[in-house]
């Protein structure tokens, strides 16, 4: 096990340093004067000379580098170039929101899938089977961009069940988790079926059934603890969707969380502040893949001593 | 494949998405308005004879937007897929063929953009590069390819082990020979099927771009900027929201169907 989480740590550590880097060239590096870009070709001269300055920029791109990185050592995001205050208070201020809404999101995806991905793969000929066909398509093909506001105005407007937007009360958690997560539960339903119905041909079932288990006994006994692996690597592929949808998912439904804070960052040409919320979504990504590769290997035995996983 | 049986899948995919491309194309010949006329005193107006799809804020025709937004949802998908299954091809057959230190430092360059969730990467490159439908295409390349690349990589390992492989090496085929006659080839199915995917990923990779004001700008018609622009109007224009977003989900679906149908009818595996 030691061996295998010194590799995987250092394997993150190179993402973790790949992404700082890839972020510090993307705002760097751009074509174009970035000054020009947040102040506008008319600026005065001094404005920009200040701007520069306030900055760095006037320093070469490998000083302007190891400043970054020193800075980034010490937690230090720089401050936002409107509101001058710190761009890691802004953001701390923002991320329970997201992760709130990511963690409500994939809840309900769970909630969904499994329970739909074992009465399919239990019942194969049945109603319920083509139901999770059906929210699986459903699920696959509809943006979230569209169905939020759909939901929004079905459930909000019309039946005036919940809260058209806002954060608060567990309510107001709702459509923007139903908006984020439905994908996921389609993705995960289909997957979980799959792999219970292959499951469900190996000897270890085979063997529970010939001593008398009912089909449900063993698609729940036997077989559904086997077909979790494939479904926690599922988690954290879709960990990505689902951090960069809550993005679109924070615009329709007014979410005060990091993906809204980008957002704004960008159209008002914060660079800073678009800087610091891209490094923190895309490094929460990267310890998520970590923790949940951890989870894998501590689960599966086979993973931690270097064969290959099922 | 020689099998006669019709595959209903690709049926439907191959006719939704044969429909999709003859509207984008002749949009101006089928379109019944002009998609950028305004008509200010006709804002908002639902569904009526005239306007089937109803009319926006501006009192421009819904019917004829969503139509001409099929043009740029199709060139952005088309381009951003082929350039990706170019890029990943190449790069996946040389690390995969080569090995060594040519598959690490691609390795290494692909962990470090999938380390970037989703459409993360692509909104910060648009949003430092500003909006316009070349950086959409660009910003979505970028992310892209490594997908590709990816699976590219993997056929090879298993494949230049076989063989044919050694057969070709054994007769002094140089690995240029080898990796264009004889392993892209194998591996062209696969991609085929993957790129259907992709395809739709990228469109609807644009429709979010535009939908964050981060793609097509206006006036060019987008069904995500549609969707957007529609959104102060939820409630009293409805219709705003809802064509644009059906146009989207029927390609969508569509680039699934065919997908899925090639996929079972060049008996390739491979996920959506």
Not at chain 1, 93 to 103: F, G, K, M, Q, V
Not at chain 1, 211 to 224: E, S, T
Not at chain 2, 58 to 81: C, E, I, K, N, P
């Amino acid at each position: 096990m030691t061996a295998y989480l010194l590799r995987r740590l250092g394997l993150a550590g190179l993402s973790v340093f790949g992404v700082v880097t890839l972020v510090f060239l993307l705002i760097h590096v751009i074509p174009g004067d970035p000054v020009d870009a947040m102040l506008g070709e008319t600026a005065m001269a001094a404005d920009k000379e200040a701007l520069r300055h306030q900055l760095g920029l006037h320093r070469s791109i490998a000083v302007q580098y190891g400043r970054y990185l020193r800075r980034l050592g010490h937690g230090n995001l720089g401050r936002s170039l409107h509101s001058s205050r710190p761009v890691r208070r802004m953001i701390v201020a923002r991320y329970p929101a997201t992760i709130e809404l990511a963690a409500a999101a994939l809840l309900l995806a769970l909630l969904v899938a499994v329970p739909l991905g074992v009465a399919a793969a239990a019942r194969p000929r049945s109603f319920v089977n083509l139901a999770s066909a059906g929210v699986a398509l459903f699920g696959a093909a509809v943006p979230s961009l569209w169905l939020g506001p759909m939901l929004m105005l079905i459930f909000a407007v019309w039946l005036d069940w919940l809260p058209v937007s806002g954060r608060g009360t567990l309510a107001h958690l709702v459509l923007p988790a139903l908006t984020l997560g439905i994908g996921m539960a389609a993705l995960l339903a289909r997957l979980l079926r799959a792999t219970l119905l292959e499951r469900l041909h190996e000897e270890f079932v085979r063997t529970a059934r010939a001593k008398g288990a009912g089909r449900a006994r063993a698609v729940v006994v036997h077989a559904l603890p086997n077909a979790l692996l494939p479904v926690i690597t599922a988690v954290g592929l879709q960990a990505g969707a689902l951090l960069s949808g809550a993005i679109i998912t924070e615009t329709i439904f007014s979410w005060p969380g990091i993906g809204r804070l980008l957002l704004l960052a960008i159209q008002t040409r914060d660079y800073p502040l678009v800087q610091g919320c891209v490094l923190v979504i895309a490094l929460t990504y990267v310890a998520l893949n970590l923790v949940l590769d951890l989870l894998y290997a501590w689960v599966d035995p086979r993973v931690r001593l270097g064969g290959e996983p099922a | 494949m020689k099998r006669q049986r019709v595959r209903p899948l690709l049926l439907a995919g191959f006719v939704l998405v044969t429909a999709l491309a003859g509207v984008a194309v002749f949009a101006p010949a089928l379109a019944p308005h002009s998609p950028t006329t305004q008509r200010l005193d006709e804002g908002l107006r639902p569904p009526s004879p005239d306007h089937p799809f109803g009319q926006d804020a501006l009192g421009r025709d819904l019917m004829s937007r969503v139509m001409y937004g099929s043009r740029v949802s199709l060139f952005v998908g088309v381009v951003t897929a082929l350039v990706s299954v170019v890029l990943g091809l190449a790069i996946g057959l040389v690390a995969g063929y080569r090995g060594g230190w040519v598959d690490e430092v691609c390795l290494r360059v692909v962990d470090v953009l999938l380390a970037f969730p989703g459409l993360l990467l692509a909104i910060a490159v648009s949003a430092v590069l500003g909006p316009s439908v070349r950086h959409v295409v660009l910003a979505l390349c970028v992310i892209s390819w490594t997908g590709y690349a990816r699976m590219v990589r993997a056929e090879v390992l298993s494949l230049r082990e076989r063989e044919f492989v050694a057969a070709a090496r054994g007769l002094g085929a140089t690995p240029l020979r080898i990796i264009g006659r004889h392993l892209a080839p194998q591996v062209l199915p696969l991609l085929v099927v993957q790129a259907t995917f992709g395809l739709a990923g990228a469109v609807l990779a644009e429709a979010g771009l535009s939908f964050l004001g981060l793609g097509v700008q206006p006036p060019t018609p987008s069904w995500g900027a549609m969707i957007n622009e529609a959104r102060g109007f939820l409630l009293i224009a409805p219709h705003l929201t809802i064509f644009p977003g059906l146009a989207l989900i029927l390609t969508v679906a569509g680039f699934y169907a065919l997908g899925d149908g090639l996929r079972d009818a060049l008996d390739v595996r491979g996920d959506s």
